[in-house]
Nanobody
């Protein structure tokens, strides 16, 4: 199971950190990520992280502003979001997969086996 938290209402330019707590059912996974779905739009890839040899991937729209990380001791995935923009408003979903992903492969939603329920992030002007 994946449980997201940390969403909320912020102003443009603010920062927010999302968390995703994982359970034993996701053991054996080697990659986790974040997707988001804005109102009226399709769900899109945001970021992914592989382990144990850490590698990360980001969509062009968040590269340089968002940072994905993982705390093994806490079994928790994070998404640090800085300089938030209006277009970042969306429901953010935590996800996990058994296999590693590289580049555009990370964006293929059907390859991710586990999904959280999502947390709302709203950015106002």
């Amino acid at each position: 199971h994946l449980v997201e938290s940390g969403g909320g209402l912020v102003q443009a330019g603010d920062s927010l950190r999302l968390s995703c707590a994982t359970s034993g059912r996701t053991s054996g996974t080697h990659a986790m990520g974040w997707f988001r779905q804005a109102p009226g739009k399709e769900r899109e890839f945001v970021a992914a992280i592989n382990w144990p040899q850490i590698s990360t991937f980001y969509s062009d729209s968040v590269k340089g502003r968002f940072t994905i990380s993982r705390d093994d001791a806490k079994n928790t995935l994070y998404l640090q979001m800085d300089n938030l923009q209006l277009e970042d408003t969306a429901v953010y979903y935590c996800t996990a997969r058994l296999d590693y992903c590289v580049g555009y492969i990370c964006a293929i939603q059907s390859d991710w086996e586990y999904w959280g329920q999502g947390t709302q992030v709203t950015v106002s002007s």
